[in-house]
């Protein structure tokens, strides 16, 4: 059977549909500010073989790596109407707080597929409130550790023994749960109207699609037909030693694919800047997503496209059990970045570089946790200037608002501003970093896990580069990545880097006389 | 809203033409007896989808317009890029897209003359034979069928077909596009739309209704008398209403009975004297504690009494679990005053002795078939019409498919069901 392009659209725009119901469905009924507000999480659809047919874009750091998800339950022989849960970086998962459902989709003979929906969590347990310790030296640091098992009420039960926010969580995973039976009833209409056979083929159909316009768009790159080209860019430090930590790659594309090689990257490292290969995956997948434009599908078609190649047990293939809370926010950006670097060095177009951090912030005392990534300033162009204060990279969050977080948590807002003229000079500016000051009402725990507080976001074609980011407790400064305690009526602020410029800027120059 | 309270609250008469359409469905549904539907209108670069339950449309609490949130309870629409003048293409890889770029009215479908060179939904019908170019659009727009074949054999080449299955191939994408919409504002919201009737509307809507409501599974469909104007003749034939709300944040239950009495009060007292003489009904908006958005539930006998069972039901019915299982909270209480309009205008023309449909060939689905063809708003009631045939009128057309059979309402309105 083939499938003519016109039903394969129409099939693409079913799934895809699907998938954001699921999204819809998470967020309208989770409780949690961090999935309801900044819609941190993500849903998707697999098919049978455990192939992703179609996915609602929320955050680009899940996007391939859900894959790795399903895979992980498919080798417990799941059986159709199943839920499973999981969130070990080494068996499918990302980082701990990131849970993950998967329903087993029924057909009336066997699996039909996969509805999977994957939610930050801000709290899963662990050495601090928010589960997102800088500095921990284990993976045990950072949280209950969920390898792929049955949602049964006993599990729900150990899982809400080892939190600190238990009701909070009951209450999100219900709405996971729900947005995973949607995606199960969608695909159930579609199968009914169809058949299974139908739906199938048209998965696969999609899948081969979208390989095709990414083999079209990745053979044109102007990289280099022998060889490849290399870049290299640093973490500043693990959050156990202050050490700059390089991400080497080296990038070609043969026969339509992107081979990224990570050989030469630094070895992993005691802190929690760890990437599990997943991740990794992720990351390059979310480059080569940026570069094939509009409407080609996010599915396991483009992932054939991409080849990752990283020696075990260095930063960006860890192995267990190493510490990875903040792989999945800060070292994901960085191996992006780097990928964009060694693209750029080859010729193609790419433009300077964002904030290139998440700026993560959590805090939390007995009965209450808080988490939130900040926004920066986003990387100029050669068409124009960085949008100011957005999420840029691997994460794709809104920001709480503040009459939430001060409604939900003991923490004013002091001031929320853009950060002036933090953005990169250049014939296009860097978009501006902002500036958040929380005052505390109770003491807390505060941990933060930051980037390019000292290696600044470069420019491109001859643009300056963004201001670094800065943290300050009570005005005086703090490290990167940190774990310390405020008492009430303590300031955190955090300034965010600004963004690249592009192009030299045309002179007279602005004057600072 | 009365004019003197429309200068004052300015903003909550934002997105009122969208709006217009959904209320003016409201108001047919209500003469033709369906209280549950799913409205679709199909414009020129969009479509608008939008869901009334229980003879109210659906509202939520928050909106965007222009790029600046609106906190303001507003009714729920679902945009898609469909419209009669979405372009479409065919990308590198092969696949037919229609959308997201639209000629808009000018330079308009290729077909309108006006400068425009690429294929539209609108070339894809007229290339169908699903309009007339022997009649123009609103009586202005002349229908150039030889310059839509044109604009669609690049389509057709790349698809490696003619200009009839191109043709067909863009109505199709249009309408998995638009299905994508109904579906956001139904199924993502837990209601099951097979149970609804759909009200097509807009120039374009009524030729989509049928292959809409197969997409769906839905078995009913409403063509409103004059589908083009039924925003403005929905908001001439709305009835006068004022809601107001207030902020109360209080448990449900938790003997706070009296305080939430005395803000119903004073929200009626208000009420009763900007819209004299009006019907008032009271509404709650509760979450759980801890959730981000609100079910609106109505109070049984205006008890504040029943508010939790009610969230707790409505919940259920929507989410399919019980949330925290925890407290739940009033957000907002909410009061809806109404003063019927004196008759719902909808505009019908009566036509003179019994009409007797032309024919003309067209093709549906990929057949080649001889259809009916009726005129649309002049239609004496019980009529009765088997597709496949057309509905024309000055403002719009609709398209009633192989199997399926309308049949004339007093209102002038078409009602088709599957045969």
């Known amino acids: 059977m083939t499938l003519d392009p016109v039903a394969r659209e129409v099939m693409g725009h079913a799934f895809a549909g699907i998938a954001e119901e699921m999204g819809l469905v998470l967020i309208h009924s989770a409780v949690s500010p961090n999935i309801r507000e900044r819609r941190d999480a993500s849903a998707a659809l697999f098919d049978a073989e455990g192939d992703m047919i179609a996915q609602a874009a929320h955050i680009p750091v899940h996007l391939g790596a859900l894959a790795d998800a399903v895979q992980a339950v498919r080798a417990e022989r799941p059986q159709p109407g199943e839920l499973y849960i999981l969130n070990d970086p080494y068996a499918g998962g990302s980082h701990l707080p990131d849970l993950t459902l998967i329903g087993v989709i029924r057909t009336a003979d066997g699996i039909g597929g996969y509805s999977v929906v994957r939610a930050h969590h801000s709290d899963v347990g662990g050495a601090t409130p928010g589960s997102m310790p800088a500095g921990a030296r284990e993976l045990f640091a950072e949280g209950l550790v969920l390898p792929p098992v049955l949602l049964t009420p006993e599990v729900e039960r150990m899982v809400f023994a080892n939190v600190r926010t238990p009701e909070i969580r009951r209450a999100d995973l219900a709405a996971q749960r729900a947005a995973v039976e949607r995606g199960a009833e969608g695909m159930w209409s579609l199968a009914a109207r169809h058949g299974w056979a139908f739906v199938r083929e048209a998965a696969r159909a999609l899948m081969d699609h979208a390989e095709a316009r990414a083999h079209a768009v990745l053979s044109r790159l102007p990289l280099p037909s022998q060889g490849s080209v290399a870049a290299v860019d640093w973490l500043e430090g693990d959050g156990v030693s202050d050490a700059d930590i390089a991400i080497q790659v080296a990038v070609s594309v043969k026969d339509g694919r992107l081979h990224t090689d990570f050989s030469g990257t630094a070895p992993a490292v005691p802190g929690n800047v760890n990437c599990p290969i997943a991740v990794t995956h992720a990351a390059v997948l979310f480059v080569v997503q940026t570069l094939l434009g509009e409407g080609v599908p996010m599915n396991a078609g483009v992932a054939r496209t991409v080849q990752v190649t990283a020696p075990e047990g260095c930063l960006v293939h860890a192995r267990w059990p190493h510490a990875v809370a903040a792989g999945n926010v800060e070292t994901s950006q960085r191996i992006a970045d780097t990928v964009f670097r060694a693209l750029g060095a080859a010729g193609v177009p790419v433009p300077a570089q964002g904030q290139g951090t998440m700026n993560n912030v959590t805090l939390g005392a007995p009965g209450w946790t808080y988490y939130e990534t900040l926004g920066g300033g986003q990387g100029a162009g050669p068409g124009g200037p960085g949008a100011s204060g957005v999420h840029v990279g691997m994460s794709n969050t809104r920001n709480t608002p503040i009459e939430v977080l001060e409604m939900e948590c003991p923490i004013r807002v002091r001031r929320y501003a853009l950060r002036g003229d933090s953005g990169g000079a250049g014939r296009w500016r860097g978009g501006e970093g902002i500036v958040r000051e929380l005052e505390l009402l109770v003491s807390a725990e505060a941990s933060i896990l930051s980037e390019r507080r000292r290696h600044p976001p470069r420019g491109s074609a001859g643009g300056g580069d963004g201001a670094c980011g800065i943290n300050l407790k009570n005005g005086a400064p703090l490290p990167a990545k940190a774990n310390f305690p405020l008492a009430a009526g303590d300031i955190l602020r955090i300034e965010t880097p600004g963004g690249g410029g592009w192009g030299v800027e045309p002179s007279p120059t602005r004057s600072n006389a | ?419």
Not at chain 2, 120 to 136: K, Q, R, S, Y
């Open chain 2, 1 to 419: 809203m009365p004019a003197g309270v429309a200068a004052e609250a300015a903003a909550s008469l934002a997105l009122s033409g969208p709006v217009g359409g959904v209320v003016g469905a409201r108001v047919l549904g209500a003469v033709v007896g369906h209280a549950d539907l799913l409205t679709l209108d199909m414009g020129g670069t969009s479509a608008d989808a939008s869901l009334v339950q229980g003879g109210e449309a659906r509202e939520e609490g928050s909106t965007v317009v222009g790029g600046v949130p609106l906190a303001l309870p507003s009714v729920l629409i679902e945009t898609v890029s469909a419209g009669g003048g979405s372009i479409a293409w065919v990308d590198e890889a092969g696949a037919l897209k229609v959308g997201p770029r639209s000629a808009g009215a000018t330079p308009g479908p290729a077909c309108f003359h006006r400068g425009g060179t690429e294929p539209t939904v609108t070339d894809a019908c007229l290339a169908l034979g699903w309009l007339d170019p022997e009649w123009a659009l609103a009586d202005t727009v002349h229908l150039d069928a030889k310059a839509a074949e044109r604009s669609l054999e690049p389509i057709a080449r790349a698809l490696g077909g003619d200009v009839p299955r191109a043709a067909s191939g863009i109505v199709e994408v249009a309408t998995a596009v638009m299905a994508r919409a109904l579906k956001r504002v139904s199924v993502a919201r837990g209601v099951d739309p097979r149970r609804l009737t759909l009200v097509p509307f807009g120039g374009a809507g009524p030729l989509f209704g049928c292959a809409l409501a197969d997409q769906l599974g839905m078995r009913t469909v409403l063509v409103p008398p004059h589908p083009g104007v039924l925003s403005a003749l929905g908001l001439a034939a709305a009835a006068e209403r004022v809601e107001l709300v207030a902020a109360l944040h209080r448990r449900a239950g938790a003997g706070e009975r009296s305080a939430v009495v005395a803000a119903y009060t004073e929200l009626e007292t208000h009420a009763a004297a900007l819209l004299p003489g009006a019907a008032t009904q009271r509404l709650a908006d509760c979450r759980f504690t801890g959730q981000g958005y609100e079910i609106t539930v109505p109070l049984t006998n205006g008890e504040p009494d029943g508010i939790e069972a009610a969230f707790n039901a409505a919940h259920r019915a929507r989410f399919r679990h019980g949330g925290v299982d925890g407290p739940v909270e009033i957000v907002n209480v909410r009061v809806v005053a109404e003063r019927p309009a004196p008759a719902p205008a909808l505009g019908r023309r009566v036509g003179v002795g019994r009409p007797t449909p032309g024919w003309r060939r067209m093709i549906v689905r990929g057949e080649r078939v001889r259809a009916q063809v009726w005129p649309l708003g002049e239609l004496p009631p019980r009529v009765r019409i088997t597709g496949p045939a057309i509905l024309a009128g000055p403002d719009a057309t609709a398209l009633v498919e192989t199997g399926w059979r309308g049949t004339v309402h007093q209102s002038g309105a078409v009602i088709l069901e599957r045969a």
